[in-house]
């Protein structure tokens, strides 16, 4: 008798007679014949479908390797990629189109000039960044994409670029479905590229190297391999994989950066299920998220509800945010850790200072009604607003040390939420209430992934988590609804009338200055302390006896509550608030916050001020007759960002280790006072060395 009918009918299979096993087998071959025909059955009827997903999710696979194998080996996650991806399709475009040359010519001028070139400057940037906070790290890669969004937007307009395809169409017809040549293609770079990376990093002593340079690059030198030149080819390596991805998604897309930017986070999912280290399971995510968008667009046609309609291109997100969740922890490998320099601690000042600077401070706001013109108190107020959401996240950065990408989020959860209380004929501070008390309750959500997560991988996680509520909760009716507008209606209470646009300035200002006492309060508190501990060490708070998940719910709890007040104010200004991508309460503005903060310093009070001014205020003071400047002011804000991130790391590296670096390559250059060369007279991090 054979093994598996014995396995699945217990000891009792033994004593059957042949007539029974032989009804057995029968009966496993009616059921194995059964679950065929079931499977053939869904891959006919979904056949053009599947076969589409996996070659989007090909080219998603390109992305993600590339994605991978630059954290692998540099420990920067590169938000970046969908910008990268965009340069590539734009420098393309203009040599296939504008100048019209052939694709090939076309393809690989592209891949050098963005693929490989691009990787010489990001291999700097990621050198720099070695040994830098995971915050400064995300704030790098932001400051690229704005950076590129400038660029890119300023030279090629705000509209999408469309045109024809360009690989060729001839395919092969294979079980009643039409493989188009160019789905082929994808699929066999994408397959090619993944057993290629497979075999190099196992078998080889630059793959080998490549894992090892970003953990300890001083024991990769001490055994005769330069650390740089390993980075630069991960960069090359991972950017021309970016790169051609970007090219291949083209023509089907049309060439829109905002686009490519929610696209290519589908790569970030088939990553995530990798769990941002294994090749072949990155590989086979992006597939399977390739697949099920495909084939639930099919299934979701029809759809009258727009949340359902729309549920397939949120696959990526939703795989995303279950896999950090899911994945166990010790897969999670936060890479680069190894002497990671602590964040610059806020200057303080003595009490008198802080006394005279809060009392200019405050007699400042409240003069600027009167001083700026009519037409400007808006856009302070709106100032004023964002000035309590960067504090809500300034108490999550430079406090707990947890970095937040979903702000705008909790904000916008306040706002939607005040004004459907308002709807329901709460007056207007038990609405305010309201609308905190519910984004408590979204920040405590936001906080369940900080229980297993920190630095990077939260980043990722709770960009995911305000992508989803952009996505999935935002047109619905608890948020925005699909007319997406919520009215929040100004206040008219205890004699106070803030109707007027110069009256709700200084009712911000008060909700404002409350806030800032909240903060405050917090900061001295035991809570302040732990918090600081929190983002000192949390392995020491533990072993001291707190409960550091408590800890990061708490402060979590708080800065959503404080950014939901901000979400009010925002919305008072306009009396309505609107959930579009460009709005105010837009994903992307989420991420900016982060590298605009940074930007402004690590002060608690003063810092979200300068910052709130420089995102929203500043704008309305900058000449608007110079077109040259309208387009390209963002590049300016996206260099300093990276400038904040990396001048510490540049600064170390032209003052030892680059030095050092250069003269390992040539020991002979490296001698004694008495000329001669010896062991000592070379650095420890770069004997033995070569290029």
Same mark, same amino acid.
């Given at each position: 008798?054979? @093994?598996?009918?014995?396995?699945?009918?217990?000891?009792?299979?033994?004593?059957?007679?042949?007539?029974?096993?032989?009804?057995?087998?029968?009966?496993?071959?009616?059921?194995?014949?059964?679950?065929?025909?079931?499977?053939?059955?869904?891959?006919?009827?979904?056949?053009?479908?599947?076969?589409?997903?996996?070659?989007?999710?090909?080219?998603?696979?390109?992305?993600?390797?590339?994605?991978?194998?630059?954290?692998?080996?540099?420990?920067?996650?590169?938000?970046?990629?969908?910008?990268?991806? /965009?340069?590539?399709?734009?420098?393309?475009?203009?040599?296939?189109?504008?100048?019209?040359?052939?694709?090939?010519?076309?393809?690989?001028?592209?891949?050098?000039?963005?693929?490989?070139?691009?990787?010489?400057?990001?291999?700097?940037?990621?050198?720099?960044?070695?040994?830098?906070?995971?915050?400064?790290? %995300?704030?790098?890669?932001?400051?690229?994409?704005?950076?590129?969004?400038?660029?890119?937007?300023?030279?090629?307009?705000? /509209?999408?670029?469309?045109?024809?395809?360009?690989?060729?169409?001839?395919?092969?017809?294979?079980?009643?479905?039409?493989?188009?040549?160019?789905?082929?293609?994808?699929?066999?770079?994408? &397959?090619?590229?993944?057993? $290629?990376?497979?075999?190099?990093?196992?078998?080889?002593?630059?793959?080998?190297?490549?894992?090892?340079?970003?953990? !300890?690059?001083?024991?990769?030198?001490?055994?005769?391999?330069?650390?740089?030149?390993?980075?630069?080819?991960?960069?090359?390596?991972?950017?021309?994989?970016?790169?051609?991805?970007?090219?291949?998604?083209?023509?089907?897309?049309?060439?829109?950066?905002?686009?490519?930017?929610?696209?290519?986070?589908? /790569?970030?999912?088939?990553?995530?299920? $990798?769990?941002?280290?294994?090749?072949?399971?990155?590989?086979?995510? @992006?597939?399977?998220?390739?697949?099920?968008?495909? %084939?639930?667009?099919?299934?979701?046609?029809?759809?009258?509800?727009?949340?359902?309609? $729309?549920?397939?291109?949120?696959?990526?997100?939703?795989?995303?945010?279950?896999?950090?969740?899911?994945?166990?922890?010790?897969?999670?490998?936060?890479?680069?850790?190894?002497?990671?320099?602590?964040?610059?601690?806020?200057?303080?000042?003595?009490?008198?200072?802080?006394?005279?600077?809060?009392?200019?401070?405050? $007699? &400042?706001?409240?003069?600027?009604?009167?001083?700026?013109?009519?037409?400007?108190?808006?856009?302070?107020?709106?100032?004023?607003?964002?000035?309590?959401?960067?504090? #809500?996240?300034?108490?999550?950065?430079?406090?707990?040390?947890?970095?937040?990408?979903?702000?705008?989020?909790?904000?916008?959860?306040?706002?939607?939420?005040?004004?459907?209380?308002?709807?329901?004929?709460?007056?207007?501070?038990?609405?305010?209430? &309201? !609308?905190?008390?519910?984004?408590?309750?979204?920040?405590?959500?936001?906080?369940?992934?900080?229980?297993?997560?920190?630095?990077?991988?939260?980043? %990722?996680?709770?960009?995911?988590?305000?992508?989803?509520?952009?996505?999935?909760?935002?047109?619905?009716?608890?948020?925005?609804?699909?007319?997406?507008?919520?009215?929040?209606?100004?206040?008219?209470?205890?004699?106070?009338?803030?109707?007027?646009?110069?009256?709700?300035?200084?009712?911000?200002?008060?909700?404002?200055?409350?806030?800032?006492?909240?903060?405050?309060?917090?900061?001295?508190?035991?809570?302040?302390?732990?918090?600081?501990?929190?983002?000192?060490?949390?392995?020491?708070?533990?072993?001291?006896?707190?409960?550091?998940?408590?800890?990061?719910?708490?402060?979590?709890?708080?800065?959503?509550?404080?950014?939901? &007040?901000?979400?009010?104010?925002?919305?008072?200004?306009?009396?309505?608030?609107?959930?579009?991508?460009?709005?105010?309460?837009?994903?992307?503005?989420?991420?900016?916050?982060?590298?605009?903060?940074?930007?402004?310093?690590?002060?608690?009070?003063?810092?979200?001020?300068? @910052?709130?001014?420089?995102?929203?205020?500043?704008?309305?003071?900058?000449?608007?007759?110079?077109?040259?400047?309208?387009?390209?002011?963002?590049?300016?804000?996206?260099?300093?960002?990276?400038?904040?991130?990396?001048?510490?790391?540049?600064?170390?590296?032209?003052?030892?280790?680059?030095?050092?670096?250069?003269?390992?390559? !040539?020991?002979?250059?490296?001698?004694?006072?008495?000329?001669?060369?010896?062991?000592? #007279?070379?650095?420890?991090?770069?004997?033995?060395?070569?290029?």
């Amino acid at each position: 008798m054979s @093994a598996l009918p014995s396995l699945l009918l217990g000891r009792e299979a033994t004593t059957m007679s042949s007539d029974a096993q032989q009804l057995v087998r029968r009966a496993l071959a009616v059921v194995a014949l059964g679950i065929v025909a079931v499977l053939l059955t869904v891959v006919f009827s979904v056949g053009p479908y599947v076969v589409t997903g996996i070659a989007d999710g090909s080219i998603y696979a390109l992305a993600a390797l590339g994605l991978v194998l630059t954290y692998k080996t540099s420990g920067i996650f590169n938000f970046a990629i969908g910008a990268q991806a /965009a340069a590539s399709a734009f420098v393309f475009y203009s040599f296939r189109v504008t100048m019209g040359l052939p694709w090939p010519v076309a393809a690989f001028c592209s891949v050098l000039l963005v693929g490989l070139g691009g990787s010489l400057l990001l291999e700097r940037i990621a050198f720099w960044l070695t040994g830098a906070p995971a915050a400064m790290k %995300v704030v790098a890669t932001i400051g690229l994409i704005v950076l590129l969004e400038s660029v890119l937007t300023g030279a090629y307009g705000q /509209a999408t670029i469309e045109f024809s395809a360009f690989l060729p169409a001839k395919g092969i017809h294979l079980l009643g479905v039409n493989i188009l040549g160019s789905q082929l293609i994808a699929v066999a770079i994408a &397959v090619l590229a993944t057993i $290629g990376l497979y075999l190099f990093f196992g078998r080889t002593r630059l793959g080998v190297s490549m894992q090892a340079v970003v953990d !300890s690059p001083t024991l990769l030198a001490l055994e005769a391999t330069n650390p740089v030149v390993v980075r630069r080819y991960a960069w090359a390596i991972g950017s021309c994989f970016i790169s051609i991805s970007g090219i291949m998604l083209a023509p089907t897309l049309g060439i829109d950066f905002d686009i490519f930017l929610l696209v290519f986070i589908a /790569a970030f999912g088939a990553a995530a299920v $990798g769990a941002f280290s294994s090749l072949p399971l990155t590989f086979a995510g @992006a597939i399977g998220i390739g697949i099920t968008m495909n %084939v639930l667009s099919d299934k979701m046609a029809g759809q009258t509800n727009l949340v359902l309609a $729309g549920l397939y291109t949120q696959i990526p997100f939703l795989v995303l945010v279950a896999a950090l969740l899911i994945v166990p922890r010790r897969k999670l490998i936060t890479r680069g850790v190894g002497a990671v320099r602590k964040l610059r601690p806020a200057v303080t000042f003595s009490a008198p200072v802080v006394a005279a600077g809060a009392v200019g401070g405050v $007699g &400042v706001a409240i003069a600027i009604p009167f001083v700026v013109g009519a037409a400007y108190v808006n856009q302070w107020t709106t100032g004023v607003g964002f000035a309590v959401v960067f504090a #809500s996240l300034g108490l999550l950065l430079w406090t707990s040390g947890q970095i937040s990408l979903c702000q705008m989020a909790f904000a916008a959860i306040g706002a939607t939420t005040f004004g459907h209380a308002q709807a329901a004929g709460l007056p207007w501070l038990a609405a305010l209430a &309201v !609308s905190v008390l519910v984004a408590v309750v979204a920040g405590g959500l936001a906080a369940i992934p900080s229980f297993r997560l920190s630095g990077v991988y939260l980043a %990722v996680a709770t960009f995911g988590f305000g992508l989803l509520l952009q996505n999935l909760i935002y047109p619905t009716f608890l948020m925005f609804g699909q007319t997406d507008s919520v009215t929040v209606a100004r206040p008219q209470f205890l004699g106070i009338n803030a109707t007027s646009d110069r009256g709700y300035y200084f009712l911000a200002l008060v909700i404002a200055g409350l806030c800032a006492v909240l903060i405050v309060g917090i900061r001295r508190s035991r809570l302040g302390r732990l918090l600081r501990g929190l983002s000192d060490s949390p392995t020491a708070l533990e072993a001291h006896g707190t409960n550091t998940r408590l800890t990061r719910l708490y402060v979590f709890c708080a800065a959503a509550g404080i950014a939901a &007040v901000g979400g009010v104010l925002i919305a008072g200004v306009t009396q309505s608030a609107g959930g579009t991508p460009t709005g105010p309460f837009g994903y992307f503005n989420s991420v900016v916050l982060l590298a605009v903060l940074a930007f402004c310093g690590s002060q608690p009070l003063l810092s979200p001020a300068i @910052a709130a001014f420089v995102f929203e205020v500043v704008k309305v003071y900058l000449p608007t007759g110079n077109t040259w400047l309208t387009n390209y002011e963002g590049a300016f804000f996206g260099l300093a960002a990276i400038a904040v991130a990396v001048v510490p790391g540049m600064n170390l590296s032209f003052l030892g280790r680059r030095v050092q670096e250069r003269q390992g390559r !040539s020991p002979v250059t490296s001698r004694g006072q008495n000329g001669q060369l010896t062991r000592a #007279s070379v650095p420890l991090a770069t004997q033995g060395v070569r290029s």
